[in-house]
């Protein structure tokens, strides 16, 4: 809205200065034709502004349906598996062996419906700013070794290997360890989902002097260029392909982290597989260690 006025004092200055003013008119009616004027130029800034408006708020709704059309379809594929196990165990059609092999398929389908909502809160709060995290000095070749210490055998089921390539002098982050694992943890993770047999995954990580820079390269089918730009979206699959297990949050949350941490997160070109990078402040005096 200030914008609003701020364009209609312009143009009422510019307009001012370029009306033609008879000869023989009064000062009361040069006053009303310039207002007039004014007026003209703040009716039709604020008509642009209001369109604005709608513009953005239909942009919103439609961002609002399409993650509620994606979230109830992430719960309610698990949501009807539920029902027909259930069934099957009240109507006493599942018995013995089955109705225990039942049981535990719907311990794993209330896992996933879990994990499902807690993602889903955890990323409304962080992208509505209620954040209480500690921020602290951390160092991140500790963290990014647990990380792919914790990460090998999920991948070794799956005949992938993981890796860290570090440099030897420390590097210092002001930073949330917690949550900062927990970006790592998503992007091996689903590096390692879309990494064939005898591939492997990479975790590499450098010194910028401000700031750290974290990558995870992976020697998958790659993400193509046209999704670049929505792979961080909520619920975002783009090709089928990478569509395997998870509700499509991991890289929604992971880039709500970095940004919260006043980082980037971005897919960098790769000649082949797919490649991830971001970056976190520097520890205060980290670059004078």
């Known amino acids: 809205m200030k914008r609003a006025f701020g364009i209609a004092i312009v143009a009422f200055l510019a307009g001012g200065a370029a009306v033609a003013v008879p000869h023989g008119m009064g000062a009361e009616q040069i006053v009303l034709a310039l207002l007039a004027a004014a007026g ?36 309610r594929t698990p949501l009807a598996s539920l029902r027909l ?36 809160f955890e990323l409304s709060r962080i992208e509505a700013g209620d954040i209480s995290w500690t921020m602290r000095r951390v160092e991140l070749r500790e963290l990014i070794d647990e990380a792919v ?31 900062v694992q927990r970006v790592l943890f ?22 910028l002097g401000d700031g750290v820079e974290i990558e ?12 670049g730009d929505r792979v961080f979206e909520a619920f975002y699959r783009g090709d089928t392909s990478r569509a395997d297990g998870g509700a499509g949050l991991g890289l929604a949350i992971s880039k709500a ?21 971001f970056t976190l402040h520097a520890a205060p005096n980290a670059q004078l260690l």
């Open 149 to 179: 210490a914790a990460m090998r055998a999920q991948a070794a089921e799956r005949g992938v290997s993981v890796a860290a390539d570090l440099p030897a002098d420390a590097l210092l982050a002001q930073a949330n360890a917690e949550k």
């Open 257 to 277: 982290i970095v940004e919260a941490h006043g980082g980037k997160i971005w897919l960098e070109r790769a000649a082949s597989g797919t490649r991830i990078r």
């Open 40 to 75: 003209i130029a703040l009716a039709g800034a604020l008509a642009a502004r209001l369109a604005m408006e709608e513009r953005a708020a239909r942009e919103v709704e439609e961002a609002r349906r399409s993650l509620v059309a994606a979230a109830s379809h992430d719960l």
């Open 216 to 227: 995870v390269d992976d020697e998958g089918e790659g993400i193509p260029p046209e999704s």
């Open 186 to 207: 998503n992007l091996i993770q689903n590096a390692i989902r879309h990494t064939p047999a005898d591939g492997s995954v990479t975790v590499r990580a450098r010194s």
């Open 85 to 120: 196990l259930v069934e099957s165990i009240d109507d006493g059609v599942a018995t013995g062996e089955i109705r225990e092999r039942y049981l535990k398929e719907i311990r794993t389908h209330v896992g996933v419906l879990s994990d499902l909502i807690d993602d889903l």
